[in-house]
């Protein structure tokens, strides 16, 4: 099992920035991808961004050039920088890790942006 502990977010208003954090413990060895997605009420779950164990990152459109996604050296931890927010990125934001094509979730992170 992969547990995944997040930290971070909260309001902003529209063109701030907020940071979030997420932490892997347990079988961490043969995390294949690690990410952040991120479900709006009413909204199905969207991938945000991932990287993968070899640090290749992959970005949603919507956020291409406003966040970015980094790891850190023991690659248990990653975070989003989350600049230039937008009403539009209100929303729960899960951390999400891919261990042997299982998928593990975060318990979510609330981001609100205000106009």
């Known amino acids: 099992q992969v547990q995944l502990r997040e930290s971070g977010g909260g309001l902003v208003q529209a063109g701030g920035s907020l940071r979030l954090s997420c932490a892997a413990s347990g079988r961490i060895l043969s995390i294949n991808a690690m990410g952040w997605y991120r479900q709006a009420p009413g909204k199905q779950r969207e991938l945000v961004c991932a990287i993968t164990k070899d640090g290749t990152t992959n970005y949603a459109d919507s956020v291409n050039g406003r966040f970015t996604i980094s790891r850190d050296n023991a690659k248990t931890t990653v975070s989003l920088q989350m600049n230039s927010l937008k009403p539009e990125d209100t929303a729960v934001y899960y951390c999400?890790?891919?261990?042997?094509?299982?998928?593990?979730w975060g318990q979510g992170t609330q981001v609100t942006v205000s106009s």
């Open positions: 999400n890790a891919v261990r042997y094509g299982i998928n593990f």
